[in-house]
């Protein structure tokens, strides 16, 4: 049986008396590609931003890569990486220059033409301010596709992308995993992202509703919201 | 040392990039040399006794509008965010984020000079590159506690009213300094003590750069 990626056991975080994600106990083996599904605000974005260390929970124990990100985030971080809401990207800065400064600041061989490429931004010398959202999208892929992470956090990957950059991303987040990545996205296109998957986790209102294989949760997430299947 | 070389790169980038800030940073600090000479009026001995306090007060001014903006702009991207999830050393985020702080303020602060000088008719009396050397102090006297309370305020809806509230009585001995240091090569230093106040301004700079860059990793981190 392959080691745990993330280990969480009655993880809770809250946001002054309201709890956004609360009793989580939850296993993603290394390797793997794992789903979450939930309505807005149901604790998704919160779960990444805890197991990325970037936020610190309120009560349980969570484990990544068997070190505590509350404790150990130094260690973590160079193994993690999130890519959320916010791209996190420096507007004045052109491509790629935004990841010249991740490769120096993270002192990596900087193969930028590669990275640039495979989300194809290699023509654009602009600055990121002159960027449509999907393409910063594409760039903030590129930042953690550089960073070569043992586990990718994504929040919404497919969130103001064009049908193309849908393909695109699923196929990043394929190679993502072939090079040993363990890859754990939160999506609202369910239908799409259960085809990614392996296995899936719906949450419901912070708290954990379901969980089995990805091909399913289809199913039980309408049986959750109650859609009509 | 190579992260902090492309902290401080990227951090000139940016403003180099975007040069119409420090040019606005360096109007608003003469508007304020303005604001002062049409406060005492035509007093001119007075103008030319109180130029070096009007000139720091000037530059330190300026100073909370530079440190509130430069964080919040990356804040609100979240691009600190993902700088302090990489494995970068929160030292050399300070240290970067510091000095390029320090190397904007002291261009203002020069501008600021050269006005004062013109606009209260002031000539130095000792040798100018004094006035350097303090400007030099004065504004990395600011720059250290001010990136730290500019970092740990930037999240704040009120940060621009609250850093000030802050900063402002820590760099209180610094300011003395700078400002007695100033006086002494505009008015003459007969009695040789423009040593003991650049001694001064030096030893807050190092307690500053030493104690800050310590502590902005607990603080942002």
Redesign the interface.
């Known amino acids: 049986m392959p080691a745990a990626a993330i280990e969480a056991r009655d993880v809770g975080r809250r946001y002054g008396r309201r709890w956004a994600l609360a009793r989580l106990d939850l296993i993603v083996p290394e390797g793997s590609f794992f789903l979450l599904v939930g309505a807005n605000g149901s604790g998704k974005t919160t779960f990444l931003r805890l197991a990325?260390?970037?936020e610190q929970r309120n009560r349980g124990e969570l484990a990544v890569f068997g070190q505590d990100p509350a404790r150990r985030?130094?260690n973590l971080?160079?193994h993690?990486?999130?890519l959320?809401?916010?791209?996190?990207?420096?507007?004045?800065?052109s491509a790629r220059?935004n990841l010249e400064?991740?490769a120096?600041?993270?002192?990596m061989e900087p193969r930028i033409a590669e990275w640039l490429a495979a989300v194809q931004l290699e023509d654009r010398p602009d600055?990121v301010r002159c960027f449509s959202a999907g393409m910063r999208k594409r760039l903030a892929f590129a930042?953690l596709i550089a960073?070569r992470p043992r586990l990718a956090l994504i929040d919404e990957p497919y969130g103001q992308l064009d049908p193309v950059g849908f393909d695109l991303v699923d196929g990043l987040m394929h190679t993502l995993r072939d090079q040993g990545a363990t890859v754990v996205i939160a999506s609202h296109l369910v239908e799409r992202a259960s085809r990614q998957a392996d296995t899936a986790l719906v949450l419901h209102q912070g708290t954990p509703r379901w969980q089995g294989p990805a091909r399913k949760v289809p199913a039980a997430w309408a049986a959750v919201h109650r859609v009509p299947a | 040392m190579n992260q902090l070389r492309w902290m401080l790169y990227k951090d000139l980038l940016i403003e180099w990039r975007g040069r119409a800030r420090v040019a606005a940073l360096s109007t608003f600090a003469v508007t304020l040399l303005l604001l002062f000479s049409f406060a005492v009026g035509p007093d001119t001995d007075a103008l030319r006794t109180h130029a070096p306090a009007y000139l720091w007060l000037s530059v330190l001014t300026a100073s909370t509008l530079l440190l509130t903006h430069g964080f919040k702009l990356e804040v609100e991207s979240g691009a600190m965010e993902g700088l302090l999830l990489l494995p970068v050393s929160p030292r050399a985020i300070f240290y970067g984020k510091a000095i390029a702080n320090m190397v904007l303020l002291l261009a203002v602060g020069v501008v600021a000079l050269l006005v004062t000088l013109v606009l209260f008719d002031v000539t130095p009396r000792e040798n100018p590159i004094w006035l350097l050397l303090i400007l030099v102090l004065g504004t990395a006297g600011v720059s250290a506690p001010g990136t730290l309370y500019a970092g740990l305020t930037a999240r704040l809806h009120a940060a621009q009213m609250v850093l000030p509230v802050l900063l402002f009585p820590l760099v209180v001995p610094c300011m003395v300094a700078a400002v007695r240091a100033t006086s002494l090569v505009l008015g003459g230093d007969a009695m040789g003590q423009l040593d003991s106040w650049l001694w001064v301004l030096g030893c807050f700079d190092a307690i500053y750069w030493s104690l800050c860059g310590v502590l902005f990793g607990k603080v942002i981190g």
């Open positions: 990325a260390s970037a985030a130094e971080r160079a993690v990486a999130l959320s809401h916010k791209a996190g990207l420096y507007e004045d800065l220059e400064l991740l120096g600041l993270a002192s600055p930042r960073q």
